[in-house]
T-cell receptor, first 113, second 112 residues
Framework: EADIYQTPRYLVIGTGKKITLECSQT?????MYWYQQDPGMELHLIHY???????EKGDLSSESTVSRIRTEHFPLTLESARPSHTSQYLC????????????FGQGTRLTVV | SQQGEEDPQALSIQEGENATMNCSYK?????LQWYRQNSGRGLVHLIL?????REKHSGRLRVTLDTSKKSSSLLITASRAADTASYFC????????????FGRGTQLTVWP
């Protein structure tokens, strides 16, 4: 089991609510990522970070925002949830060097009603 | 845009049979990785193969890489019902930044 944790695992929330998806890792990894995945589809990178105070947008446009105040913590926030945000959100981390694997959390299944 | 494209999209076999999944990609790479995902869960890393390697083994898994054809294959020998999952290939598109680009995966079902 990888030492990367996401909470909550499942979240059903009403339109317009603000939500924060938590992601923490205890491996001391500099690099962290958020992917979005719809059922049966590929993973799309929405945010990544190479260290504290470093955040970048990924390839898939997302209305979410992220922060990296501590190495181990990489939360994702949606200021106003909409049904189009319904998806699975996967957090991952990896070491700084090249040719290294990514470790994934169990994911958060978000449903906006 | 999608980098890896897995083939087939779905594969259904009996326990004890071998399962072969293929992945094609479009750019240069430093490495190619295979991951497994059980339904509704996170991804678990299986094997990383570097661009200068042609074959790697890990237990019942065998991965090949042909950079001239920009393709890779994952072979699972003597499949078990517990191997039922989605299998994804991912590449780095030649970047050193650690970002991975995934395909849509192959859904493998192994019947007991």
């Amino acid at each position: 089991e990888a030492d990367i944790y996401q909470t909550p695992r499942y979240l059903v929330i009403g339109t317009g609510k603000k939500i924060t998806l938590e992601c923490s890792q205890t491996m001391g990894h500099d690099k962290m990522y958020w992917y979005q995945q719809d059922p049966g589809m590929e993973l799309h990178l929405i945010h990544y970070s190479y260290g504290v105070n470093s955040t970048e947008k990924g390839d898939l446009s997302s209305e979410s925002t992220v922060s990296r105040i501590r190495t181990e913590h990489f939360p994702l926030t949606l200021e106003s949830a909409r049904p189009s945000h319904t998806s699975q959100y996967l957090c991952a981390s990896s070491e700084h060097s090249m040719n290294t694997e990514a470790f994934f959390g169990q994911g958060t299944r978000l449903t906006v009603v | 845009s999608q980098q890896g494209e897995e083939d087939p999209q779905a594969l259904s076999i009996q326990e004890g049979e071998n399962a072969t999944m293929n992945c094609s990609y479009k750019t240069s790479i430093n490495n190619l990785q295979w991951y497994r995902q059980n339904s509704g869960r996170g991804l678990v890393h299986l094997i990383l193969i570097r661009s200068n390697e042609r074959e790697k083994h890990s237990g019942r898994l065998r991965v090949t890489l042909d950079t001239s054809k920009k393709s890779s294959s994952l072979l699972i020998t003597a499949s078990r019902a517990a191997d039922t999952a989605s299998y994804f290939c991912a590449t780095d598109r030649g970047s050193t930044l650690g970002r991975l680009y995934f395909g849509r995966g192959t859904q493998l079902t192994v019947w007991p």
